[in-house]
């Protein structure tokens, strides 16, 4: 037996959880299907100190328990479950999530997107601790201090150019003799006094109990090791989308993420996306909690528009 609601929204984070504010403050009463690990790459970061309104900066959980509080004071349901199937061919869509079976006129897909990481036994332990897949997010906590970047392409020479804003000292692992990204992405990393070069290189251990401390590094053609003194590393070789469970119904680009028009709104009527799961470029908390606030909106006008029900007083358009 299945459960019907107007609205359901797939993953949480800044993005799933910003519209199911906006959703629930429409009296929608929206499902957030938010995942056994909810509340998307915040909770794996220590310290914000980039998201508005909180000038001393905070925990990425705690700033996740308060979006999750918010949503559910207007009415949201968040279940911790992992979505397994859906069917967006029929109308009401069709969503698993284990033994449960729910059907929505409308969905939003929120599931953002995970940083593809090196895979080494301390690079887990330390992740916020030194370990980093965001420059933008964590660049300020390295100020004077002395990084690593591992990757090749401009993702990598964007984020060393941005740490040397900050950092002493920004040294780029790459494991081939070339780098892959654009010709004046390169340029720029090369002749910035403040980031050198490790080619033919990779890192094979990261050291450190509270705090990233060193790295071990391979020379992947002579087969040798050496390690260094490091306070932090950043790892920028690449995002991967979590959209498999949609490949097939919505339509993706190369990479993987979920293409839209008129800003969120997927190929099939009545889908729509936000946050990581359809931005390759910007990836930050904000912008996913003001696309969250579109899909939502979007979400609105379409359920007006198609299932003639009347939203109640209090609508999300007003702030």
Known sequence: MSVHK???????????????????RAGLEPLVLAGTQSGGQLMITTDVENYPGFPEGIQGPELMERFRKQAERFGAHVMDIDVTAVDLRVK??????????????????????????????????????GVSACATCDAFFFKGKNVFVVGGGDTAMEEAIFLTKFAQHVTVVHRRDTLRASKIMVKKAMTNPKISFLFNSEVNEVRGTDHVTGLEIKNV???????????????????????????????????????????????????????????????????????????ALDLEKYLEEHHHEPMVENKINAA
Request: some cysteine.
């Open 221 to 295: 053609v002579e087969g040798t090791t050496k390690m260094v003194p490091a306070d932090g590393l950043f790892i920028a070789i690449g995002h991967e989308p979590n959209t498999i469970l949609f490949r097939g119904h919505l339509e993706t680009d190369s990479r993987g993420y979920l293409l839209v028009s008129d800003r969120s709104k997927t190929n099939i009527e009545g889908v729509f996306a936000a946050g990581d799961v359809r931005d390759p470029r910007y990836r930050q908390a904000v912008t996913a909690a003001g696309s969250g606030c579109e899909a």
């Open 6 to 24: 107007k609205v359901i929204i797939v993953g949480s984070g800044p993005a799933g959880y910003t519209a199911a504010i906006y959703t629930g």
């Open 92 to 129: 009401p869509f069709v969503v698993r999530a284990g033994d449960h079976m729910f059907t929505a006129d409308s969905i939003i897909i929120a599931t953002g997107a995970s940083a593809k990481w090196i895979g080494l036994e301390n690079e887990l332990k330390l992740r916020g601790k």
